[in-house]
């Protein structure tokens, strides 16, 4: 049988959302504080660790906000979803020279 390999998936932890810029203060350093155990934990087990980022809308352009200051980010990052080309080119740039492999979704579909 195969042995199956587990994940941590953390969602939308993201600067306009949660953490000291965003709006809403539903407790974040608690928050952020465990997620940052359960991706630990998740290094010290060999887990993958798959980060979501929710894409929104700022003065009628596609936007998608930073990852909360104080979240642990494990690098290299194996997949990312670059929505906009023009908007991150820099940022693709980046990630091309550190050898990570980017999914561009076509237009109108969700990466999932």
């Known amino acids: ?63 998608i906000s930073d990852f909360v200051e104080g979240l642990s980010v494990i690098l290299p990052l194996t997949y990312i979803g670059i929505k906009s080309k023009e908007r991150f080119s820099e940022t693709r740039e980046k990630l091309l020279k550190a050898n990570v492999q980017i999914i561009e979704p076509q237009e109108g579909k969700c990466l999932g």
């Open 1 to 63: 049988m195969k042995q199956l390999k587990t994940a941590v998936i953390v969602i939308d932890m993201q600067a306009d959302y949660i953490g000291e810029k965003s709006k809403n203060k539903y407790y974040p350093h608690t928050l952020i504080d465990k997620i940052n155990d359960r991706i630990a934990a998740a290094v010290n087990h060999n887990e993958s660790i798959i980060y979501v980022k929710k894409v929104g809308k700022r003065n009628k352009e596609s936007y």
